[in-house]
């Protein structure tokens, strides 16, 4: 007889993992316990030896929803003293693993609302494989109360399922049914409430109303399509695409459908996915001037409760005010979206952690993420290098996350928002307390963004004193090129395209369009004028102005700046390029896409993010690159070779004045564009025997140019990485920015 101790780190909390191990050991005859340490799993077993390997090999795989990153094994002395195999009571110690995010409802649990006298009809069914997680989470070890389930006490029923072995439901710490969970009510916007409220609310949608719904992590701005035009006044959100729900049948009658898209909408998971539209079915209100628009399905009880009485796809957009935080309370509600919403349906569960959805995007068979949330997120990786100390890292402004670097391990939030005001802001505060809290890391290097004026490079310097951390400044573009890492990059052995909006350079400039080589930078994209500065990047006809003055005779640029420009203000503009006032300087590949978007008439002014370049790629999606030759030439400055947006843009225009097709010149411009950075790419890495070429940034997600630069790379024998495990925009800054960090503290 032998006996064995096991540590088990990854993501164990909040899976079912105590439950399949109690299963797993009475199935192997092995006695002992089972026990929640809070950041990781403590098995003890005694039994014959050839059972407790075959229970090691089955841990090792673990229950659906986990992910085993290792397990230590310990052998000791048999002692015969257990009579049976129990789940002891947690307790926290420790640092190595982690909850998983929060996930959709199961098949199961949606068999139970429809069958099951228990769950009949009830929204917050829930059992070990699905239900919130993360966004009722308080702190670990993740027992009910330690989460705002603690509010609901298990009924008798209930709690029979919780204690029994072979039920599902084991110690399944998000249950509850009608008896004893949290109940739905519907108000209007005088706090009236309204009965029954899941019927009462099928029939308001139906009337054009707008309902502020409340979610798992955090409030839906919800109606139906045609009311989108009335749901854009209130939100103050003229053109940013809105996000559909329907179930996945109905998706396939307004959208195309790849395997792995319908993979992954079918998913636990259930993010948004960018999928093509279908001609005629999607109202082009909902997302104006794009060949995509984001489709989810319903992903917690209530939501195929409110299918079973709606036909067609809902608005389900999350519910905030531009660059504020998305709401989560129910008071809160009431008051930050007050003339917006005409009623308001609320449960009293507590969200205490809020967190977005989650947006992907399939190219090529492979999934990126345009925001990873809820179901991805928060998340860990497991390192090849081990951090020497540990490390926070504050993310950009942005779009942003934060990153937790210790030992082995490194741990990415969910999506933040753009860090740019003081609600933003404390909800940065608020995820770093609870992130650091969870992971119980005191950390003692703090990573932050070169740009000084980021609020959360403020917040960086503001912890450093409270911990007396070392401050490490990351640059922006290097970070992008930095998160390749978990893709298998070796930071040595590759040349880095970022391509992105704009970022604070090393040299104090504005940077975007970059190839790195280890610590060099040998070339890039060359800098261009932006005539007011940030203004450019709102309204990309000065970015035109900025491009072309002196490249074009004057009276054809005024003719393309006053397309959508007064007089006044074109002489303006051109005059501040002349003389240099008030004029930046950018290599933002961003802002190259931007002005051939208003070159072409596309996209005048951006209204959102990334706004001009996704129209842009959505015109070239109905162009053919093949019929329209442009060209794009280098020049050498200071000894780095660097690609000439000028004679691109030239070249746009002259094809504009030849009479070609604009969606042909925009998937020309697209295609040449990223030939020119693969090429320089290829260039350095030949000469410097590197192997791999890694392609991050924003602009990374655009299918086409990614898929250029790839066949590009590989034609010329070298291997390719790009980001599919964190974003290749802004949210997988902070974990470049913690890689670097512990490369510096390393060297």
Not at 14 to 33: I, S, W
Not at 65 to 94: A, H, M, N, Q, W
Not at 568 to 574: A, D, L, P, S, W
Not at 700 to 721: H, P, Q, W, Y
């Amino acid at each position: 007889m032998k006996k064995a101790r096991f540590i088990v780190k990854g993501i164990v909390q909040g899976v079912g993992f105590r439950p399949f191990v109690h299963n797993l050991a009475n199935t192997d005859h092995l006695l002992g316990y089972v026990k929640n340490l809070g950041t990781s799993v403590e098995i003890v077993v005694e039994g014959k030896e050839g059972d407790i390997e075959a229970f090691l090999s089955e841990l090792k795989i673990g229950p659906k929803l986990s992910r085993v990153d290792s397990v230590d094994v310990t052998y000791l002395p048999y002692e015969g003293k257990y009579k049976d195999f129990s789940i002891l009571k947690s307790s926290k110690t420790g640092f190595g693993g982690f909850i998983p995010p929060d996930t959709g409802i199961c098949n199961q649990c949606i068999e139970d609302m429809r069958h099951n006298p228990h769950y009949k009809g009830y929204w917050a069914t829930s059992c070990v494989d699905c239900g919130p997680r993360y966004a009722i989470m308080e702190t670990l070890p993740y027992d009910r109360e330690n989460t705002s389930m603690t509010d609901f006490p298990l009924c008798p029923e209930c709690m029979k399922e919780f204690t029994d072995p072979g039920d599902r439901r084991y110690h399944a710490q998000t249950i509850s049914c009608p008896h004893c969970g949290p109940k739905l009510t519907l108000f209007d916007k005088d706090r009236n409430v309204l009965e029954p409220p899941v019927d009462e609310t099928i029939r308001l949608l139906k009337e054009g109303n707008i309902l502020a719904i409340k979610g798992v992590g955090g409030f839906h701005l919800c109606c139906k399509m045609e009311e989108t035009p009335k749901l854009r006044l209130r939100r103050n959100r003229p053109e940013q695409p809105f996000a559909l729900m329907a179930p996945l049948k109905m998706i396939e009658e307004y959208a195309c459908i790849s395997d792995k898209e319908r993979e992954l909408l079918d998913s636990l998971k259930r993010p948004i996915i960018l999928l093509r539209r279908k001609e005629g079915k999607v109202p082009e209100p909902v997302s104006p001037g794009l060949h995509t628009v984001g489709f989810m399905t319903p992903y917690t009880g209530f939501h195929h409760l409110l299918f079973s009485g709606i036909d067609e796809p809902l608005i389900m957009t999350s519910a905030n005010l531009p660059s504020e935080p998305m709401v989560k309370d129910n008071e809160e509600a009431f008051r930050r979206l007050a003339g917006i919403a005409d009623h308001y349906l609320v449960h009293d569960r507590r969200i205490l952690n809020r967190c977005d959805d989650s947006v992907l995007r399939v190219n090529d068979g492979r999934m990126f993420f345009a925001r990873m949330a809820r179901g991805y997120a928060p998340t860990s990786f497991v390192m090849k290098e081990k951090a020497p100390k540990s490390i926070l890292a504050m993310g950009p402004e942005l779009n942003s996350t934060i990153s937790i670097y210790k030992d082995d391990l490194c741990y990415v939030s969910h999506h933040l928002g753009n860090i740019n005001n003081p609600l933003s802001l404390e909800f940065l505060r608020e995820t770093v307390d609870r992130l650091l809290g969870m992971t119980q890391v005191v950390p003692e290097v703090i990573a932050c963004d070169m740009h000084p004026s980021f609020l959360s490079t403020r917040l960086g310097k503001e912890l450093a004193e409270k911990f007396g951390s070392e401050i490490i400044t990351v640059q922006h573009h290097r970070a992008h090129i930095g998160s390749l890492v978990v893709e298998g990059a070796d930071l040595d052995d590759v040349v880095g395209v970022a391509m992105d909006g704009v970022g604070f350079g090393e040299d104090g400039t504005v940077w975007g369009g970059e190839l790195f080589l280890g610590d060099g930078h040998p070339a890039g994209l060359l800098p261009v004028p932006m005539p007011g500065g940030d203004l450019a990047t709102k309204f990309p006809l000065r970015m035109v102005a900025g491009i072309l003055y002196g490249e074009i005779e004057d009276s054809r640029l005024k003719e393309i700046l006053t397309a959508n420009m007064s007089d006044v203000e074109t002489n303006v503009v051109m005059r501040q390029v002349e003389t240099g006032l008030n004029v930046a300087h950018s290599s933002s590949a961003g802002r190259v896409l931007d002005a051939i978007a208003a070159a072409l008439g596309i996209c005048y002014r951006r209204t959102y993010e990334g706004e001009p370049a996704m129209k842009l790629e959505s015109a070239a999606f109905k162009g053919d690159a093949s019929r329209v030759k442009l060209s794009c030439g280098t020049v050498t400055v200071s000894g780095r070779k660097m690609v000439d947006s000028r004679s691109l843009l030239r070249s746009v225009v002259e094809a504009l004045d030849e009479g070609k097709d604009r969606f042909d010149i925009a998937a020309s411009a697209q295609n040449t564009l990223a030939k020119a950075f693969a090429e320089q790419a290829c260039i350095e890495a030949r000469g410097s025997g590197v192997s791999t070429v890694g392609f991050s940034g924003g602009v990374a997600i655009n299918a086409a140019i990614g898929k250029t630069i790839r066949d590009e790379v590989e034609a010329n024998g070298l291997k390719f990485v790009t980001n599919h495990k964190v974003p290749c925009g802004d949210g997988g800054v902070s974990f470049g920015q913690a890689v670097l960090a512990c490369r510096r503290l390393r060297l």
